[in-house]
């Protein structure tokens, strides 16, 4: 992760984060608690897939460094 730019989640990705990928376990999380991963756009579709596969509700935005 860069100081103005964060890299994706994705194992071994170097590449800047273009998507948030907003998730939460309903089975240990309430409603109010969200898990943030990050993905480039190579490795958006694969991390909101693996996530979908497990049940978890998920939203995915773009990404915005602060």
């Known amino acids: ?3 103005d730019h964060p890299r994706c989640s994705a194992k071994g990705c170097t590449v ?3 998507w948030a990928i907003l998730w939460r ?3 240990i999380h309430d409603e ?3 898990k ?3 993905a480039c ?3 958006r579709v694969t991390l909101t897939d693996f ?3 497990q049940g978890f509700p ?3 935005e773009a990404f915005e460094p602060r």
């Open 32 to 34: 109010s608690r969200r």
């Open 41 to 43: 756009d190579e490795h």
């Open 25 to 27: 376990n309903p089975k």
């Open 36 to 38: 943030t991963w990050l």
């Open 58 to 60: 998920l939203e995915v």
């Open 1 to 3: 992760m860069t100081a």
């Open 51 to 53: 996530l979908g596969m």
């Open 16 to 18: 800047d984060a273009t």
